[in-house]
């Protein structure tokens, strides 16, 4: 199976957990699989998760882990 990624202004995510690492266009979608990621797996350690936003702007990408507390605002004003 094929599966293609459409990068929007340059900016894509990763989700990376102990069991897979996931590419997202959306920092918010990112953040709904790891609330899925967690509620099929409660033993998921937080230590093994990070969601990770790669900029591609420019020459060199920059990459940068979204902080717990980002992601956090996130699910309480999305109410998932």
């Known amino acids: 199976m ?22 997202f266009d959306t920092e918010s979608d990112a953040v709904g699989k790891l609330k899925d990621a967690v509620a099929k797996n409660p033993e998921l350690d937080s230590e093994n998760v990070s969601i990770i936003e790669v900029n591609m702007q420019g020459e060199k990408w920059e990459m ?17």
């Open 2 to 23: 094929k599966m293609e990624l459409k990068i929007k202004d340059d900016v894509f995510y990763v989700l990376e957990t102990s069991e897979e690492k996931s590419l």
């Open 64 to 80: 940068k882990t979204i902080p717990w507390s980002k992601i956090a605002m996130e699910l309480l004003r999305s109410g998932k």
